[in-house]
């Protein structure tokens, strides 16, 4: 179970298809995502607290259902910028047996980010590029839960720093029986950065 935590425009979109694309030829590997959540269920305002609670309870029950099928590696798609919703998984994770990685996708730059959401609002209309604003940046940005405060509470949970600005992969934290699955998480997010836009 690989759970994508950042804010917009750090890459956690494109570096999780990314590590769908490298695990999928390892093993099944399923990519849910809250912009299609979003789109299926037509909650398409980014800014409405309510609507976000509907997408990451929808995210869950489908995570859920591949855990408890066993079908498929699992990679979640979002901002998860609040600690209950990365609980909720990670306790499915534990109830089912899957061993769970936090990807941390970060940019130093501002000016990066500012430049990234200006060419969000030149591509096709799409959820995915609707959040092209610094407003919806900083918002999500300062209603974060950071990742200190799992470790705190002793989330079993290994925690991948990625930096898609420098292309850089650092390995934070793991959990004390270390992880059987790290080599391919490594190898997966950084599977596609030869083709990240600079």
Same mark, same amino acid.
């Given at each position: ?8 425009? #750090? &890459?956690?979109?494109? #570096? ?8 999928? !030829?390892? /093993?099944?590997?399923?990519?849910? #995502?809250?912009?299609?959540?979003? %789109?299926?269920? &037509? ?20 995570? /859920? +259902? ?5 079908? +498929? ?23 089912? &047996? ?7 996708? *970060?940019? $130093? ?5 500012? %430049? ?9 209309? +799409? ?5 092209? #604003?610094? *407003? ?13 405060v799992d470790l705190q509470n002793k989330s079993l949970i290994n925690i991948i720093k990625v930096n898609s600005e420098l292309q850089t992969v650092a390995v934070e934290h793991l959990t004390e $029986? &270390? +992880? ?9 997010? !950084? ?8």
């Amino acid at each position: 179970m690989v759970v994508m935590f950042g804010y917009p425009a #750090t &890459g956690k979109t494109y #570096t999780s298809r990314a590590l769908q694309k490298y695990c999928s !030829q390892l /093993n099944p590997t399923s990519l849910l #995502t809250t912009f299609t959540i979003r %789109e299926e269920l &037509g909650l398409v305002d980014l800014h409405s607290d309510e609507q976000r609670k509907k997408v990451y309870r929808e995210m869950m029950s489908r995570a /859920n +259902s591949l855990m408890e099928a066993s079908s +498929s590696h699992a990679i979640l798609d979002g901002n998860f910028n609040k600690y209950t919703n990365r609980k909720a998984i990670y306790d499915l994770a534990v109830q089912h &047996g899957y061993e769970v990685f936090v990807v941390h996708c *970060d940019v $130093t730059n501002h000016a990066v980010i500012e %430049e990234r959401l200006e060419r969000r609002k030149n591509m096709p209309k +799409s959820i995915e590029h609707a959040a092209s #604003t610094m *407003d919806l940046y900083h918002l999500i940005k300062n209603t974060a839960d950071p990742l200190e405060v799992d470790l705190q509470n002793k989330s079993l949970i290994n925690i991948i720093k990625v930096n898609s600005e420098l292309q850089t992969v650092a390995v934070e934290h793991l959990t004390e $029986t &270390g +992880s059987y699955n790290l080599k391919d998480i490594l190898n997966g997010v !950084q599977y596609d950065f030869r083709k990240v836009p600079k």
